[in-house]
Antibody
Framework: QLQLQESGPGLVKPSETLSLTCSVSGGSIRTSGHYWGWIRQPPGKGLEWIGTIYYNGNTYYNPSLKSRVIISVDTSTNQFSLKLTSVTAADTAVYYC??????????WGQGTPVTVSS | EIVMTQSPATLSVSPGERVTLSCGASQSVSSSLAWYQQKPGQAPRLLIYGASARATGVPARFSGSGSGTEFTLTISSLQSEDFAIYYCQQYNDWPLMFTFGQGTKLEI
């Protein structure tokens, strides 16, 4: 059974870079047709798609975040990562990684909370 | 940018009732529409994709319908475990893009 697990610092200072990793187990990140995405949810609010990556490195970003987001993949470790630069308090959220299977997000990590504060 | 609008924001219902949740798109998304259920402290769970296909393991009491700009999620007989927030989400293949609605909360 596919499992995804987010990891990374829970506290980031304003203007710094948020860095998270999603570890995939129970399946290969190189599986054809499987894409891998990041989604976030500010406290008490709805879901926001951040971006998606394919194992070959092709990336797709939310236009509203594109200037600050980098998503990368490491097929040797079956992981993909998120970097969000120049963070502010508005970036405080629970960050989820998920598998994008034909554009449906069918497997999710449990989420990791990130707070932006000095 | 496509905007997804869900109504109502909150719905007070009783176990055993039939419930219909609505989701509208600002422009046609064909059948590129999914529904998710989220319980407190948990990740969202995929319920419906392609507007009407149930995801693996989803009970038959959940059904989705619609195309174009108007979509509905129906729960035929509410169970206690169905009280949660439900999100619709549209997706584009090119450019690849996901947009979520703001959610509908089902409360007792």
């Amino acid at each position: 059974q596919l499992q995804l697990q987010e990891s990374g610092p829970g506290l980031v200072k304003p203007s710094e870079t948020l860095s998270l990793t999603c570890s995939v187990s129970g399946g290969s990140i190189r599986t054809s047709g499987h894409y891998w995405g990041w989604i976030r949810q500010p406290p008490g609010k709805g879901l926001e798609w951040i971006g998606t990556i394919y194992y070959n490195g092709n990336t797709y970003y939310n236009p509203s975040l594109k200037s600050r987001v980098i998503i990368s993949v490491d097929t040797s470790t079956n992981q993909f990562s998120l970097k969000l630069t120049s963070v502010t308090a508005a970036d405080t959220a629970v960050y989820y990684c998920a598998r994008d299977l034909l554009r449906r997000l069918d497997s999710w990590g449990q989420g990791t909370p990130v707070t932006v504060s000095s | 940018e496509i905007v997804m609008t869900q109504s109502p924001a909150t719905l007070s219902v009783s176990p055993g009732e039939r419930v219909t949740l609505s989701c509208g798109a600002s422009q046609s998304v064909s059948s590129s529409l999914a529904w998710y259920q989220q319980k407190p402290g948990q990740a969202p769970r995929l319920l419906i994709y392609g507007a009407s296909a149930r995801a693996t393991g989803v009970p038959a009491r959940f059904s989705g319908s619609g195309s174009g700009t108007e979509f509905t999620l129906t729960i035929s007989s509410l169970q206690s475990e169905d009280f949660a927030i439900y999100y619709c989400q549209q997706y584009n293949d090119w450019p690849l893009m996901f947009t979520f609605g703001q959610g509908t909360k089902l409360e007792i």
